[in-house]
């Protein structure tokens, strides 16, 4: 069973290097936000265009620690924003997509991470897509909030 497993991870590996990268807003010059003191990201402005976040060519781009611990960039993330009305989020990983290829992961590919989030009163969750292997300028999404510091 783990041979297969491995087989169809290198299947996975040897496609996804060839197909090519689609993604508009990686910034390898980025800067990593802030940290508040409760740890989350200082978020200090709202994305103009829609795309931003809800586009797998225009994920959020929070590549900037190595991939094994990128996941805490993550929490810090969605612990910067609220609700249009400062209500809480609540989010969900749902799905991994979108193959491209990148040279911060040993494998030379790297998928987006999707995720569903809601707060009270949002009648469907959203679908964001979060890119943790590439940099990029981190605001919050159109519809959503900044948490204040």
Do not use: H
Request: net charge positive.
């Amino acid at each position: 069973m783990k041979k297969l497993l491995l087989l169809g991870f290198l299947a996975l590996t040897v496609a996804c290097t060839s197909t090519k990268n689609t993604i508009q807003n990686i910034d390898d010059n980025a800067v990593m936000p802030a940290l508040s003191k409760e740890k989350y990201f200082v978020i200090t402005e709202t994305a103009t265009d829609k795309k931003y976040g809800y586009n797998q060519d225009y994920p959020i781009n929070l590549g900037f620690l190595p991939f094994q611990s990128a996941e805490v960039n993550v929490r810090r993330f969605f612990g910067g924003l609220t609700g249009p009305e400062g209500q809480t989020l609540t989010y969900t990983k749902v799905d991994a997509c979108c193959p491209f290829p990148t040279k911060k992961f040993n494998m030379g590919a790297g998928l987006l991470d999707v995720y569903e989030v809601s707060w009270e009163g949002l009648s469907e969750p959203k679908k964001l897509y979060i890119n943790l292997y590439e940099k990029g300028k981190v605001m919050a999404p159109v519809g959503f909030g900044i948490k204040k510091p």
